[in-house]
């Protein structure tokens, strides 16, 4: 007895009858586990790793949960969330509605692990897919930014270019990509347009509320 729980005399046993268990029957009884961890609000952490110990993310409910805790889980656990995410991918059709969300946040995760290559491949058809101003603006920003740090400075100023030319793009998303084109006229030594791109930022990013 442990308080008002049991836990096992050593570990060793509990890892002894673990293994007894068959593949199936282990997967399938982590595939629960995580459903019924998701069900009570449990930490996010702890759903993802019964999945992760699933062969495939089983279930539909799965791409449901992901699309609902997958801002906080990025940031907790960046590379379990990249793992989930193209598992996930792998089995949800080009037509189910979650699905541009879900490959919009395996960008920005794949981003935040410096994995440029699997930004690229996965940013480039979300952009010509998606017909929401502001998906389209975060992917083009991720996607800009993975050429800026692999030196391809005029690719990412193309890269915004078009990404400022689409209709309905809101504030907020304008400064961001504006500030980024700032940087990368910087870095290919387009000094003359540095000054008014970052000011038409600040513009903004003071209209859209984020500074005074």
Known sequence: ESGTR???????????????LPTAVRAALHGQAARALAEADAPVERVAVQL?????????????????VVQVLTYRAPQVTARLLRRVLAQLPVTDGRREPLEAAL?????????????????????????????????????????????????????????????GITPLWQARLCALQAMNYGLSGRWDLVRPTAEKALADAESAGEIG
Do not use: K
């Open 52 to 68: 992760m110990a699933v062969p495939e993310a089983t279930g539909v409910w799965v791409a449901g949960w992901l699309a609902g």
């Open 107 to 167: 960008v920005a995760v794949a981003r935040l692990l410096m994995a440029n290559d699997e930004v690229e491949r996965v940013a480039r058809p979300l952009l010509a897919r998606t017909a929401d101003p502001d998906r389209a603006a975060e992917t083009a920003w991720q996607l800009a930014f993975a050429c800026q740090q692999s030196g391809r400075s005029a690719e990412a100023t193309t890269v915004v270019e078009q990404a400022l030319a689409r209709p």
């Open 6 to 20: 049991m836990v096992f005399r050593h570990g060793l046993i509990r890892q002894v009858l673990y293994e007894e």
